[in-house]
């Protein structure tokens, strides 16, 4: 019989927490295992597979970062509604180094319809605070990759202790996101593909 109190649910959180801990690409089973407090074999009751389970992972920590950068957002527009989802993302990267490394990879056509909702629904959130810079429809995929790109470089620098001058790096940080709403802003002719933006993936 499967641990009392332990559920899928459980052992994905506790998974989650534990990737924070030890690096996403150190996650074990065994490891795992100790942490809820069965043997390895028992936690197979509870979750398919190390790959399931991190695919799990990966679908909760792209909700929660989806949801702690759109909360800042929230009531924002233009450069401020921009500032407020990049600090967000940055400290969401920060607070949880494991489960954002799992939300790095973008769901495919044969991940769930979840994964692909998931996906669907931060992109959306990305792209409508990017056009209150008034960027024209078909740049909002290159502005997203930028963004994107731009705040996974510094967050991922940052957490593993690559910033080592005495320049403070908040106010590192704040130049950056300025200087990317500026070029945004600058750099904003439309592309011959006037269109509506992708999905599932930037």
Do not use: C
């Not at 509604?81 to 973008?106: E, I, M, N, S």
């Not at 996906?119 to 960027?135: F, H, V």
């Amino acid at each position: 019989m499967p641990r009392a109190g332990l559920a899928p649910a459980s052992v994905v959180a506790a998974g989650a927490e534990l990737a924070d801990e030890i690096g996403f690409a150190n996650l074990t089973m065994g490891l795992l295992a100790e942490r809820v407090g069965v043997k390895t074999p028992s936690l197979y009751k509870h979750v398919a597979s190390l790959e399931a389970l991190q695919h799990a992972i990966a679908g909760q920590a792209r909700r929660e970062l989806t949801d702690a950068a759109a909360r800042a957002a929230v009531g924002k527009s233009g450069p401020e509604a921009v500032v407020a989802f990049a600090t967000a993302w940055r400290r969401w990267a920060l607070d949880h180094p494991g489960r954002y490394a799992a939300t790095v990879r973008a769901p495919t056509a044969e991940d769930d319809e979840e994964d692909r909702a998931l996906a669907n629904e931060a992109l959306r959130i990305m792209y409508d605070i990017l056009a209150g810079l008034d960027l024209p429809r078909s740049r909002l995929t290159d502005a997203a990759r930028v963004l994107r790109s731009a705040l996974h470089g510094f967050a991922t620098l940052e957490s593993a202790g690559g910033f080592g001058l005495a320049r403070d790096v908040d106010r590192s940080f704040a130049y950056l996101v300025d200087t990317l709403i500026a070029g945004l802003r600058a750099n904003n002719a439309p592309t011959a593909d006037d269109a509506a933006p992708a999905t599932h993936q930037i």
